[in-house]
């Protein structure tokens, strides 16, 4: 009866996959990151007309988030810039790090500008994660990755 196994193993497989659509995604959407034509960071010299990067992003997020500086992977499962849009998405690994990352970046200040961080309610930017090619991802200013401090 090995059809009758493959049948189980792979109601099995759909089952998995049903549980794991349906597991919460802990995502943050982060707003009016800076944009423009040169990188913001320490290197940056006008802060009114900078851009973020993955790096600089990252950087900014351990320097205000000692928790996940110490450990990044354990805290963040993955970030995703949209640079010409000024908008980026964090994975976290459960909703503790995602409302301690709320809480110590909403406000705060990065290249001049104030940004806006809330919970996302979008099912695709739920998974920063998005499985996209490199060389879409680059054209639409979409990066992926999983930072680290």
Do not use: W
Not at 43 to 63: D, G, P, Q
Not at 110 to 121: C, D, P
Request: proline share 3%.
């Amino acid at each position: 009866n090995s059809a009758m196994g493959a049948t189980n193993n792979l109601a099995a497989a759909d089952g998995a996959a049903a549980i794991a659509k349906h597991q919460p995604q802990f995502s943050l959407y982060v707003t009016n990151l800076p944009k423009g034509s040169a990188p913001v960071g320490k290197a940056a010299a006008n802060k009114n007309s900078s851009y973020v990067t993955e790096e600089s992003f990252t950087e900014f997020i351990c320097e205000h988030c000692p928790k996940v500086a110490r450990d990044s992977k354990k805290y963040v499962l993955g970030l995703r810039i949209l640079t010409e849009k000024g908008q980026a998405f964090i994975s976290c690994v459960d909703k503790a790090t995602q409302q301690y990352l709320l809480a110590k970046l909403n406000g705060r200040e990065l290249g001049g500008r104030t940004l806006k961080v809330e919970i996302s309610t979008s099912i695709a930017a739920n998974t920063a994660e998005v499985e996209t090619s490199d060389a879409t991802a680059n054209k639409a200013g979409a990066r992926s990755e999983e930072p680290s401090c």
